[in-house]
């Protein structure tokens, strides 16, 4: 598991006392414990190679000195290689929302803590950045669903568009829209229907959709205990409706992390939020230092 990597790599490099350089032996046994580390995460094969590849290259040879053991040296290259997968190059720190009404597509599958992840965000920028929030459920299959929101709604102090029975998902995005621009609101934020599977129906509903919002942002939500899984979510959803960045929810489980390391590897987009438990404020932007300390443990 990520949580025993330190250890792990501790252990390899307790039985070596010398100094000097690390030799590429001393490496590749470490690195044997940082690949099988990395699959126990749920990491996808080819990333925990190329992940493996560039810090054998780093660690071969690194300068060992009395002030630092082997180990921590080993353990320090991996955690700056982690931020550096995790992190990027350019991810944005805040939320496009200037030219108000802004809107905010949420998407993901049923169950990946969309909703609670619309409200949680429109709570956060109304207490931190002061914002107008509207929000509205597009989740005509599922009226509970639309409840579910108007309640986080009320919850939160944050307005729900009312519910017209009968309206389709573009109706009601334009609707939003509308409402967002008259009511003078600062963002709405339409949260979309979720299915168990990616199917083209919610596909094709997602696209109308995002045509007739035009959104700033285009916010993935997908399950981080699902390791491998919410990778593919997120190509797809990348691939068919384009998506801005990711929230990866359950962080606050015993998961193993996998997800966080290979989504910004594979999809090329930015983790910018994660979820941290079932609360309202249960959530913080994405801190690669974080989950790189809590993958070394
Ligand atoms: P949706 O179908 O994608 O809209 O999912 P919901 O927002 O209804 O969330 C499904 C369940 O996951 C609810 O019980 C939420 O409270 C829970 N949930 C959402 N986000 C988190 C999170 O970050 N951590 C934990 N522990 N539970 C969460």
């Known amino acids: 598991m990520f949580e025993n ?28 414990e940082v690949r099988v580390a990395l699959l126990e995460a749920d990491v996808s094969l080819p990333v925990a190679r190329s992940f493996v590849k560039s810090v054998t ?20 290259i991996v955690h700056d290689e982690l931020i550096k997968v995790l992190q990027g190059e350019d991810a944005p720190d805040a939320l496009r929302i200037d030219n108000p009404p802004a809107p905010i597509l949420m998407v993901g599958l049923q169950g990946s803590g969309k909703t609670t992840t619309t409200a949680k965000l429109a709570k956060r920028l ?12 597009l989740d005509t299959q599922r009226p509970a669903a639309m409840e579910q929101l108007a309640i986080l709604g009320q919850q939160v102090g944050v307005d729900t568009l009312p519910i017209v029975p009968g309206e389709n998902a573009v109706q009601i995005a334009k609707r939003a829209k509308q409402q967002a621009t008259l009511g003078g609101y600062d963002v709405y934020m339409l949260d979309t229907a979720g299915r168990l599977h990616i199917d083209q129906v919610l596909m094709d509903e997602v696209q109308a959709v995002r045509d007739v919002a035009n959104p700033r942002e285009t916010l993935l939500v997908v399950d981080g205990l699902t390791g491998q899984d919410a990778v593919n979510v997120a190509t797809e959803f990348d691939g068919k409706v384009g998506i801005s960045g990711v929230v990866l929810t359950r962080m606050d489980g015993d998961g193993r992390g996998g997800a966080a390391l290979s989504m910004r590897a594979v999809t090329g987009k930015p983790i910018r939020f994660v979820g941290l438990g079932e609360k309202m404020d249960a959530i913080e932007v994405f801190d690669a230092h974080r989950i790189a300390g809590r993958i070394l443990g």
């Not at 990597?5 to 044997?32: I, Y």
């Not at 931190?128 to 509205?136: F, G, N, Q, S, T």
């Open 5 to 32: 990597l330190s250890d792990r790599l501790g252990g390899v490099f307790d039985r070596l006392t010398k100094q000097g350089a690390l030799s590429e032996d001393d490496v590749t046994a470490a690195m044997r």
């Open 126 to 137: 109304k207490d931190r950045e002061k914002k107008r929030v509207l929000m509205a459920s």
């Open 57 to 76: 290259a780093k660690a071969t040879g690194a300068a060992v000195t009395k002030s630092i053991t082997p180990g921590q040296q080993v353990v320090k």
